[in-house]
């Protein structure tokens, strides 16, 4: 098969190669892809919503399937655009449709799917500009701390908690009024704020079963200790210590049976991953949000746990015949640690020259923001490389992926030396 991933992250470093590992793949092509995708397939320079360059690839490709990493695409519709055009219509689109992508579009449409098919969320309301003092009123009626979620994707930086009800109620205010976040927040939901840890729950589905892949935690916030602004991710451990197997039997019968039957009774058009942002409260799970892919640095703890053919399961769900296929699990830790740009999350250079990268021994170096120019690898991001480790203890694997660390270099290069200190 001939195969389009589109994205440019850690994350489609990662599925570019597992997929290429499987006998079904004879082409790879990554569309934008980094300096990392380069090396094991094929970039093609476009943008991953520029649907029209999208098309003209998978026909001069003669694409079989198309694997897509961000939420950007799906958001914008490219599974319908694929399947509304006479030319393309045959290739399986590994993603949802528009409709089903809402999920992670639109924090409003996912609290009312939550709430309407009984699966643990947190209290809500939503609020526009022509509501906010309602808005105000109704934080008064929360215990701090104060939740407020951009309606639309903002790129991971929509979500805002706050311990002031001063604050809370001013961020609103510039969150709606003032646009703060552009028109992702021309709706705002404000939630009561649930106390707790957070992990990350993966499922595949072909829209009528599914299968649960490796939790995983990863950490946000940029700081040690998980201080400082909110990131994409400074790093990632999978399995999860504290997820046994009682508490991952509650995650399946009380939110993802229920998630995926609820896809079912809206007939939402749906093959791909669905991430479950959780929280586990007392001894409970509840929903934070859902996204529509994969996530990143996930899943390059998540991925390389996966022992069966990605691409045998990718068309297995592109035929509805899930339920048939092999799936098994390595049994070993995954960790990872992200390598980032000085500044992250804030203003930061690019270009640094990236060495060192030859040397990494007994883990993987996925790529994130790098690319290619004059020979050499160079920064093209805020978070560079994810070097990823495996061991039957999770505490050696990430020791691994520190060691491997030391030998990379690039100028203002930072990391975190904290990942998994609170497992």
């Not at 599914?210 to 999978?238: C, F, H, Q, W």
Request: with cysteine; proline share 4%.
């Amino acid at each position: 098969m001939n195969i389009l991933l589109l994205g440019s992250g850690g994350r489609e470093h990662a599925l570019a190669w597992k997929m290429l590992q499987s006998p079904l793949c004879t082409n790879l092509f990554v569309a934008p892809g980094n300096a990392g995708t380069a090396a094991i397939a094929q970039n093609i320079n476009i943008s991953a919503t520029d649907f029209a360059a999208v098309k003209q690839t998978a026909l001069d490709k003669a694409i079989d399937m198309v694997v897509v990493g961000p939420e950007d695409p799906l958001v914008k519709g490219i599974y319908d655009f694929f399947k509304a055009d006479a030319q393309l219509s045959h290739i399986p689109v590994i993603g949802p449709s528009q409709y089903g992508a809402q999920l992670e579009g639109s924090k409003e449409f996912a609290k009312k799917f939550l709430i309407k098919n009984n699966i643990p969320t947190a209290a809500y309301d939503s609020f526009t500009k022509d509501t906010v003092e309602e808005g105000c009123k109704f934080l008064e009626t929360l215990k701090a701390p104060y939740v407020l979620k951009a309606d639309g994707l903002a790129a991971g930086k929509g979500v805002l908690i706050l311990n002031s009800l001063e604050e809370a109620q001013q961020e609103l205010r510039n969150m709606l009024v003032d646009a703060k976040f552009g028109d992702a927040s021309s709706k705002v939901v404000i939630e009561e704020f649930l106390d707790g840890i957070e992990l990350s729950c993966f499922v595949l589905t072909d829209g009528k079963s599914y299968k649960v892949l490796p939790m995983a935690k990863d950490y946000k916030r940029i700081g040690e200790g998980d201080t400082g602004l909110n990131t994409g991710g400074m790093g990632a451990v999978s399995p999860v210590p504290f997820a046994d197997a009682e508490f991952i039997a509650k995650i399946e019968e009380r939110i993802v049976k229920p998630t995926v039957q609820g896809l079912q009774n809206e007939n939402i058009d749906y093959k791909g991953f669905v991430f479950i942002g959780l929280i586990k409260v007392g001894n409970d799970p509840f929903v934070i949000e859902y996204n529509v892919r994969m996530g990143d640095p996930e899943t390059e703890v998540v991925i390389p746990r996966l022992k069966s053919d990605l691409v045998e399961i990718f068309v297995a769900m592109s035929n509805q015949t899930l339920e048939n296929v092999a799936f098994e699990i390595d049994e070993r830790s995954a960790t990872t640690v992200m390598v980032v740009s000085g500044g992250y999350p804030e203003d930061y250079e690019k270009g640094c020259v990236i060495t060192g990268l030859e040397n990494v021994e007994g883990s993987i170096a996925f790529h994130a923001g790098t690319a290619l120019k004059d020979g050499q690898v160079v920064t093209a991001g805020g978070r560079v490389i994810a070097v990823t480790s495996y061991d039957s203890d999770f505490k050696v694997a990430i020791k691994k992926s520190y060691q491997n660390i030391e030998k990379l270099h690039f100028d203002k290069m930072y990391y975190r030396k904290d990942i998994g200190f609170d497992l």
